[in-house]
């Protein structure tokens, strides 16, 4: 019975872990990583789930990725106060994916947002542009991009993350999105 007991907690714990990317640490400093397996706090805009915001089959982990395409300006969008990711004001965040570009004609865009609430106004906004970060195509590639945030946010307003289109004539696929705190 003790090793059918031990059998079963080792299967668990493999479970637990059996999306994750080798080499991937979640620690307090992490906001969010999403393999897109579930949700993780990602959705579109109108806050509804829309499964052709998703690929399937072509993941870098797991069986989802997030894409873009001509029919889809923005992917799922990961959206969250930052008094909610932490109490006390940031400076940096470090954004770590892996991308998967079929062509040159895949340039999206990694964006960024500090948004206020309510009126849902810009208040910073960079991205991470994956037509200067990935120069292989038909493969996935990992990218990443630290984020300076301004000195006059406040833990009321809102930090998003998504995938743009922005001029992309081909589908741009994102998967394993890791965003940090830098400092």
């Not at 208040?123 to 990218?143: C, F, I, M, Q, S």
């Not at 009321?156 to 289109?165: D, E, I, K, P, Y």
Request: charged share 20%.
């Amino acid at each position: 019975m003790r090793k059918i007991s031990g059998l079963l907690c080792l299967a668990g714990l493999g479970a637990c872990t059996a999306d994750a990317p080798v080499g991937t640490v979640v620690d307090a400093n992490t906001i969010t990583f999403n393999t897109f397996e579930g949700g993780g706090g990602w959705s579109n805009d109108a806050g509804r789930n829309d499964p052709t915001l998703l690929d399937r089959g072509r993941a870098h982990s797991g069986q989802y990725a997030i894409k873009v395409d001509q029919n889809h300006e923005f992917s799922l969008t990961f959206d969250m106060a930052l008094g909610l990711i932490r109490r006390h004001k940031f400076k940096t965040v470090r954004l770590d994916a892996w991308a998967f570009m079929p062509s040159a004609g895949a340039t999206g865009v990694l964006g960024l947002q500090v948004m206020e609430p309510g009126t849902n106004q810009q208040t910073y906004g960079e991205g991470l542009k994956l037509k200067d970060a990935v120069h292989t195509y038909r493969e996935w590639v990992p990218v990443s991009k630290e984020f300076a945030l301004p000195d006059d946010i406040t833990l009321a307003q809102h930090l998003r993350l998504s995938l743009w289109r922005a001029d992309a004539t081909d589908e741009v696929l994102i998967d394993d999105v890791k965003l940090s705190i830098v400092n």
